[in-house]
């Protein structure tokens, strides 16, 4: 058994594993010494869950995602949600897209790193912690960033959020909080059963819908896109 | 007319939501707008569908055909999700 630590926004999180795949994947957030906030160490019934789950994937790589499924409850308690998103940040200001997987987030990401160079991070390509603090709503790396491994050890607040679309011409609009709030919530991974889970998620919504502007992004993949986005979020700012 | 028990609603952002305290009652979530909270917290005590077409008239100043019209559709919802009390 494998014993160690990471850090993923303000969160210590102590991981019990069979594997060295998910130490391997977890390379970047390791952290030493601290007294966890949570301590992931499956049952063993659960890993058949999850062999049966991931039966086409390897054991260890089906470990990986059963820790990721028992951190995605966890951190539930502590004001933070694990969202279906993609989050580049400019200037330390985060930006999250999302989106199904397919429909363009990666794309999109790839092309503001593209515009915008190095003023540009991608702080997780596919599975962020969102934490939100005092009306303020941040972003973090985790170890589980999709198979581009895009992934940053570091939180940043969250400035804005876009929904995509794929569209012919490139085009961004507010939305209204009643079609924003269900979106969102398609997006966060949470567990099916509990209330109190649900609730937790909705007070993050809550908090997301009152402070970040969320935007539905129509775009194709041309870099013009990037500038669009940008300025809705940043009334005209630089690119 | 009356709601099933273990329903209530949380406030997210500017929208409500309506949940069930049990999965076994409801397992989704209804998205209801302001009047829908009236008309819910109304219906969680019982009362009959003139009693709501005369609250909503008289609360939102609208003439009979639309606070029906809207009524209509928001028992709907409920029914169709299993949520109001057979009586």
Redesign the interface.
């Known amino acids: 058994m494998k014993t160690f630590q990471i850090a993923c926004g303000n969160l210590i999180i102590e991981i019990h594993c069979i594997y060295e795949y998910t130490l391997k994947k977890c390379a970047k957030f390791i952290s030493f010494g601290k007294i966890p906030d949570i301590v992931i160490e499956p049952m063993s019934e659960d890993y058949d869950v999850f062999k049966e789950k991931f039966k086409s994937s390897s054991a260890e790589y089906a470990e990986f995602m059963l820790i990721f499924s028992v951190l995605c409850e966890k951190v539930l308690k502590y004001g933070g949600v694990v969202v279906h998103s993609s989050v580049v940040a400019i200037d330390n200001k985060g930006y999250a897209f999302l989106a199904k997987s397919g429909v363009g987030k990666t794309t999109q990401t790839l092309l503001w790193k593209e515009c915008f160079k190095d003023r540009a991070k991608i702080i997780n390509g596919d599975k962020p912690l969102i934490t939100v603090s005092d009306s303020k709503v941040y972003a973090s790396g985790t170890p589980w960033c999709g198979k581009e491994s895009f992934s940053e050890c570091e939180t940043i607040p969250l400035n804005a959020l876009y929904f995509i679309e794929r569209a012919d011409e490139n085009s961004a609009e507010r939305m209204s909080?009643?079609e924003?709030?269900?979106k969102l919530?398609n997006q966060f991974l949470i567990p099916h059963?509990g209330?109190e889970h649900?609730?937790k998620a909705?007070d993050v919504?809550?908090t997301?819908?009152?402070n970040v502007p969320c935007f539905k992004l129509r775009c194709n993949t041309d870099i013009s896109a990037v500038k669009i986005a940008y300025d809705i979020a940043n009334c005209g700012g630089i690119v | 007319m009356k709601l099933k028990s273990g329903l209530y609603v949380?406030?997210?952002?500017?929208?409500f939501?309506v949940?069930?305290?049990?999965?076994s009652i409801f397992k989704g979530?209804i998205?209801i707008?302001k009047s829908g909270v009236f008309l819910f917290e109304k219906l969680q005590d019982g009362v009959s569908y003139d009693e709501l077409v005369n609250a909503l008239t008289e609360k939102y100043e609208v003439e009979e055909s639309v606070a029906r019209s809207d009524l209509d559709r928001f028992i709907k919802t409920f029914e169709d999700c299993g949520l109001i009390e057979d009586e």
């Open positions: 909080s009643g924003t709030l269900k919530l059963s209330l649900t609730n909705l919504a809550d997301i819908l009152k | 949380n406030e997210v952002g500017n929208e939501v949940l069930a305290e049990k999965s979530m998205r707008n």
